[in-house]
Nanobody, 115 residues
Framework: QVQLVESGGGLVQPGGSLRLSCEAS????????MRWYRQAPGKEREFVAR????????DYAASVKGRFTISRDDAENTLYLQMNSLKPEDTAVYYC????????WGRGTQVFVSS
């Protein structure tokens, strides 16, 4: 059974950094491009970043470009999201997702950005 487990969320002050992880299991992680999404309270889930197979390309939402970096370690079946210069508006639950015909989602990890 495909599993995606996010971790690394928490409370951070504005301007701070966090690194999110998404551990994948039960599928060939290296064969799929992967995405991060987020959902803030009262808002729809939104795209954050994606990364291609073999890390050949990356793509970011305008709101995070230059501050967030998506990466992957295929040997460890793990997707990452390095988040720098965090802002209160980055507060959300962050989810990883496969780029597959039937997308699989993790359960999310909560990020709070507040002073």
């Amino acid at each position: 059974q495909v599993q995606l487990v996010e971790s690394g969320g928490g409370l951070v002050q504005p301007g701070g950094s966090l690194r999110l992880s998404c551990e994948a299991s039960a599928f060939r992680f290296s064969d799929y491009s992967m995405r991060w999404y987020r959902q803030a309270p009262g808002k729809e889930r939104e795209f954050v970043a994606r990364i291609g197979v073999g890390s050949r390309w990356t793509d970011y939402a305008a709101s995070v470009k230059g501050r967030f970096t998506i990466s992957r370690d295929d040997a460890e079946n793990t997707l990452y999201l390095q988040m720098n210069s965090l802002k209160p508006e980055d507060t959300a639950v962050y989810y990883c997702r496969t780029d597959s015909r039937v997308p699989y989602w993790g359960r999310g990890t909560q990020v709070f950005v507040s002073s």
